[in-house]
Each structure stands twice: as C-alpha cells, then as structure tokens.
C-alpha cells in the first residue's frame, strides 16, 4: 500500500539551518582525556600517600607496639601446676628416722673413740723409748681434745726421756758417787780422814739390797730397788731424803729420771682416759 504522500513542509526560513550538522567527535575525545586524567591521579595518590601520611605520623617505641599487640590465645603459656602437699611422715617412719640418726651419730663417735684409743697407743709405746715422739703426738692431738697431759707431753715429745733399763743401767755409778760424796770430810777433819776419802774415792765401796735403816747406803740400796722395779716416783721419793753432798752427787741421774718419770705418768693418763671414753660410747651402742 502506498503511503500517503505527506503534505509538503514549509521551508525554513533561516539560511543557516541548511548547513551540515557538526558532529559527537570532538566530545568523545575530550571525556577520553578526562578519563586518562583521572586515572594517572588516583595512581599517584596510591602511590604518594602513604608516604606523605607515614612521615606526618609518630612512630611508636618497640615496646609500646610489642605492649599493643595481644599474643594469640594459642601462644598463651599454660598455667602452673600447683604442686600437691607432702604427705605427713608416719610416726612408725618417724620413729625409725630418728633411731637411725642416733645410730649413725653412736658409730661415728665410737670410731672417734677407736680412732683416740689406736693413736694413744701408738704414743705410749713410742714414749718408752730414748727418742723423741713428736710425730705420733701429732698424730693424736689431731683427733683429741687438748688437755694438760698433752701439753705436757708436747713440751718433752722433742727431746723424749732415757728408758727405765736405761736408767736402772746407769744407777749404780751415780749411787756410788753419792755414797762417796756423803763420806766426804768436812773442813774442819784431819789429814787422816782426808788420805782416807782420797783412797776410797778409788774403790767405792756400798752396801746393795735390802739394807735397813736410813743411811746413805740403806737409801742408795732402796732407791736402787725401787728403780730396777720400774717404780721411779717412790725412788725419786726416797733419794729426797739424801744429804745434800749426795743428792748433788745424784743430780744428773735425778733430771733424767724425772723427765722420764713425766713422760710416763702424762702417757699412762692419756691411756686411761682414751680407754674409758671408748668405753663409754661402747656402753652406748650396746
């Protein structure tokens, strides 16, 4: 069907209205360079901005950032067990502990004593000798209490005494000149008595053994028995009641015997009472 053909259109009045149209290009172009524009900025912006806000900012110490930052539940330690209380001792448990110190204290002080007893021993016998014993008193005073009778032995364990068979050996000659010296004459005796002295000076003549009475010679005898019976003190006792011409006469015998009369009395002391205190803790441990 053929269309109505359309009335004709009045003509426009205006020249210009039959130019050409212009066309969208030149607009297209200028929102592409926009576009670009934009996009080139927000790329500086995500570039340049932390940087300008990082240096604007205060930094914060290590600790305070390490002090923020809460550790994560699973790096928590774990909690500390509470140790459980010791079970009270029994009093059986109780009882043999303390039986068990009572023992072990007994036995080292009975050891102790042991240990005494050996090393007092061992200074007795090595006092009986002409030697010295120092060593061995050492030795003791090491593991004893002080007490006189070691004093006393250390100030003669360095030179030590003659032995009794020492000393009984020796008795005879200074008896003699004692029993000599008592003879002597006085100053106001004649030439008679003094040849006579000068001649028995010679030949010492003394009466030995069980003499009576208290004469020179009956002393002599008597301390002579007494020494060779190993009894030095009551010697020593019965030459005191010599006349002093004689006891000077004995002097020399008398010092030795005397130091080794000391000696042994202080050792014997020390015997006797090492001895009872072993004893003692023996008692004890019984």
Same mark, same amino acid.
């Given at each position: 069907?053929?269309?109505?053909?359309?009335?004709?259109?009045?003509?426009?009045?205006?020249?210009?209205?039959?130019?050409?149209?212009?066309?969208?290009?030149?607009?297209?172009?200028?929102?592409?360079?926009?576009?670009?524009?934009?996009?080139?900025?927000?790329?500086?912006?995500?570039?340049?901005?932390?940087?300008?806000?990082?240096?604007?900012?205060?930094?914060?110490?290590?600790?305070?950032?390490?002090?923020?930052?809460?550790?994560?539940?699973?790096?928590?330690?774990?909690?500390?067990?509470?140790?459980?209380?010791?079970?009270?001792?029994?009093?059986?448990?109780?009882?043999?502990?303390?039986?068990?110190?009572?023992? /072990?204290?007994?036995?080292?002080?009975?050891?102790?004593?042991?240990?005494?007893?050996?090393?007092?021993?061992?200074?007795?016998?090595?006092?009986?000798?002409?030697?010295?014993?120092?060593?061995?008193?050492?030795?003791?005073?090491?593991?004893?209490?002080?007490?006189?009778?070691?004093?006393?032995?250390?100030?003669?364990?360095?030179?030590?005494?003659?032995?009794?068979?020492?000393?009984?050996?020796?008795?005879?000659?200074?008896?003699?000149?004692?029993?000599?010296?008592?003879?002597?004459?006085?100053?106001?005796?004649?030439?008679?008595?003094?040849?006579?002295? /000068?001649?028995?000076?010679?030949?010492?003549?003394?009466?030995?053994?069980?003499?009576?009475?208290?004469?020179?010679?009956?002393?002599?005898?008597?301390?002579?028995?007494?020494?060779?019976?190993?009894?030095?003190?009551?010697?020593?006792?019965?030459?005191?009641?010599?006349?002093?011409?004689?006891?000077?006469?004995?002097?020399?015998?008398?010092?030795?015997?005397?130091?080794?009369?000391?000696?042994?009395?202080?050792?014997?002391?020390?015997?006797?009472?090492?001895?009872?205190?072993?004893?003692?803790?023996?008692?004890?441990?019984?």
């Amino acid at each position: 069907m053929i269309p109505p053909i359309d009335a004709p259109q009045a003509a426009p009045k205006d020249p210009g209205a039959y130019r050409p149209r212009a066309t969208l290009a030149p607009m297209i172009w200028a929102m592409l360079a926009f576009g670009l524009l934009c996009i080139l900025a927000g790329v500086a912006i995500a570039d340049l901005g932390p940087r300008l806000f990082a240096a604007k900012s205060t930094p914060k110490a290590p600790a305070e950032a390490a002090s923020t930052v809460e550790p994560p539940a699973s790096a928590a330690a774990p909690p500390t067990p509470t140790p459980a209380a010791p079970e009270a001792p029994s009093p059986d448990v109780e009882r043999l502990s303390a039986r068990v110190t009572t023992l /072990e204290s007994q036995q080292a002080h009975t050891s102790q004593a042991a240990a005494a007893a050996l090393a007092v021993s061992a200074v007795v016998e090595a006092s009986q000798g002409a030697g010295p014993f120092a060593e061995e008193l050492e030795s003791l005073r090491a593991i004893s209490p002080p007490s006189p009778e070691l004093q006393t032995l250390a100030r003669l364990a360095q030179a030590g005494a003659p032995s009794r068979t020492a000393l009984a050996a020796s008795y005879p000659d200074y008896a003699a000149r004692a029993a000599s010296a008592a003879r002597a004459p006085g100053d106001k005796a004649g030439l008679g008595d003094r040849i006579v002295y /000068e001649l028995s000076r010679i030949v010492t003549l003394r009466r030995v053994g069980d003499v009576s009475g208290d004469g020179v010679d009956a002393l002599l005898a008597r301390a002579e028995m007494q020494v060779d019976d190993g009894d030095l003190d009551r010697a020593l006792r019965t030459l005191d009641r010599l006349p002093p011409t004689a006891r000077e006469a004995m002097a020399l015998w008398r010092a030795r015997a005397e130091r080794r009369a000391e000696i042994d009395r202080n050792a014997q002391a020390l015997r006797a009472r090492a001895l009872q205190a072993l004893a003692v803790e023996a008692r004890r441990g019984a």
